[in-house]
DNA sequence: ACTGACATACTTGTATACAAGTATAGTAAA
DNA sequence: TTTACTATACTTGTATACAAGTATGTCAGT
C-alpha cells in the first residue's frame, strides 16, 4: 500500500492550504470515488506512512472528514461511511432548501452586481468547455452556486454551504470528468440550466427560479446515476485484478 | 491571566469527552457569554498556558470553534468572531428552515413513537423545573428538538442541526440560568411552548406548528434579548473593576 | 525627526515521543 | 475441543520538539 500515490484531486485548487487540508480533499475525492471502499478502517499511522507525512495533518485531515459523515472515528481507526445513494439525495434536499432560502431572501436586493459577476462566470464556464476542462468548469460550476449563496449576506447559511460544499464539488467534479469523455452533450445543458438561474435572479420571478432549481435538480439526478455508474466501473476493474 | 480557571460549561455533559471538545464547549461559552471578548486575540500558547494542557488540544478546540464561526483562525493568532444579535437571528433561521423541513416530513410518518418519547422529555422538563436545575432543564429542550430533528432520520439535516447544535445550546444554557434567577416564571411558558410541539407532531396539524414555531421564535427573541442585558452587565462588571 | 535594517520574541504547522487502552493470536490447562 | 490467560502489536490522545514565517521595537544613519 505505500506505492507512490496518484492524486486525483486537482492540486492547484488546493496549493496554499495545509497539509491537512489538502490531504483531506484527496482522501474525500477517493472515497467518493469509490477508490477508498465503504467499510474499511483507516488507521492515522498507515495513512501517514502511505502519504509520507507525520500524524498531525492525518489527524486534521480525519476530523475535517468526520465532520462531513464521510468516515465515522471510533475507538480504533476511522471507519469509511463513504456516500449511499441516499446520502447524496439527501445532500441535494439540503441544497434545495439553502437555494430556495436565498432566492427569497434575493428577491428583496439590488441584483444588479450579483446577475453581472454570475455573467462573467457563465463566460469562464463557456471557456472551460471550449478547452475541455473539466475541473476548471466544475469548479466555476461551483463558484456560480457559491456566489449566489454569498450574494445574501447570511453567516449560518454561508456556513451550511461550507460545510456541504467539499462534497458537492467532489461529486461534481467526478460527474464532469466522465462526461467530458463519454456524454459531452451534457456540457451544454448544464450551461444552459445556470442560463435560467441568472434570468431567475434578473427577473426576480419565482416561477422561472422554481424551473432553474427543477432543472438543476434532473440534471443531478443524472450526476448521481454517472457516479453509482463511475463506482460500479471501478469495482469491477477492481474485481478483474484481483 | 494564569489563575486557576473557573469553567461555566456543566462538566458532566463533557465528561467522556476529550480534552480539546471540552476545552472548545468551555472556550465557546465563555465567548457567547462575553467573558472573552469580541475581537479579542487568542493564542495557542497562551491558551494552553491558562488550561495547563498541551497545544495538541487545544488546536483541536480552535479548530472546532473555527467550523463553527465563533472565532477567525489567522496567521498570527485565532481573532475571536463571538456572536452578533444578527448572527443570532440568523441562526434561528436556520433552526426555523431546518424544522420547517423535519416537520414536512415527519407528516408522512406514524408518529406514535415520537410523541412518547417528546412526552417523556418533557416530563423530564418538569422534574427540572420542580429542581430549579437550569442545567438539567436547558439539557432536556435541547435534547427535546433534537429528537424530533432525529425522528427523519436525515442524515444531512442531523449534520447540519449538529453543526448549529453547540452555540445554540450555549445560548439556552445561559439564558436558562438567568431566567432561574430572575424570570423563573418564564419556565413554563417555555414547558407550555413545548405541549404546542407534541400537539402539532401528534395531530400533524400546520397551523399548529405554525403557530408552536411561532411562539418558539418569540422565546427566542427573548432569550436573544436576555444575553444582551448579560453580556451588558458582564461589561459593567468589568468596567467596574477596572 | 524620520526612515530602514536587524535582532528578538512571538506565531503557527509539522514531526516525533510517550502513555494508556484495546484487539488478537497463541498457548496452556481443563 | 474448548476456554481462559497472557504477550504483543496495534490503536488513539496528549505532550513536546523543531522549523519556518511574521510582527515589533530598537538603533544607526540621514
Redesign the interface.
Known amino acids: 500500500m505505500s506505492e507512490k500515490q496518484n492524486y486525483i484531486y486537482p492540486e492547484k485548487w488546493i496549493a496554499n492550504a495545509s497539509t491537512g487540508v489538502r490531504l483531506a480533499s484527496e482522501l474525500r475525492i477517493r472515497i467518493i470515488a469509490g477508490l477508498i471502499e465503504r467499510g474499511s478502517v483507516l488507521s492515522e499511522n498507515k495513512l501517514a506512512a502511505e502519504f509520507e507525512v507525520s500524524r498531525s495533518p492525518i489527524r486534521?485531515a480525519l476530523?475535517i472528514l468526520a465532520?462531513?459523515?464521510i468516515i465515522r472515528l471510533e475507538r480504533m481507526g476511522a471507519v469509511v461511511v463513504g456516500l449511499t445513494e441516499?446520502?447524496i439525495k439527501?445532500?441535494y434536499?439540503?441544497r434545495l432548501?439553502i437555494e430556495t432560502?436565498v432566492y427569497e431572501r434575493i428577491l428583496k436586493l439590488d441584483t444588479t452586481n450579483l446577475v453581472k459577476e454570475l455573467s462573467k462566470i457563465r463566460e469562464m464556464m463557456e471557456v472551460a468547455i471550449k478547452y475541455k476542462d473539466a475541473d476548471e468548469f466544475s469548479y466555476q460550476d461551483v463558484l456560480f452556486h457559491e456566489t449566489i449563496v454569498r450574494s445574501i449576506n447570511?453567516?449560518?447559511?454561508l456556513?451550511?454551504w461550507n460545510?456541504?460544499k467539499p462534497v458537492m464539488e467532489s461529486l461534481i467534479l467526478l460527474s464532469m470528468r466522465m462526461r467530458m469523455e463519454e456524454k459531452f452533450e451534457d456540457y451544454s445543458r448544464v450551461l444552459n440550466n445556470h442560463d435560467v438561474y441568472i434570468e431567475a435572479i434578473q427577473s426576480k420571478d419565482r416561477v422561472i427560479m422554481i424551473k432553474a432549481l427543477h432543472q438543476n435538480f434532473e440534471d443531478v439526478q443524472e450526476k448521481v446515476e454517472d457516479l453509482w455508474m463511475s463506482q460500479q466501473m471501478l469495482t469491477k476493474e477492481k474485481e478483474q485484478n484481483i
Open positions: 486534521e476530523k465532520s462531513e459523515n441516499k446520502d439527501e445532500l434536499d439540503v432548501m432560502f447570511h453567516s449560518y447559511i456556513l451550511i460545510n456541504a
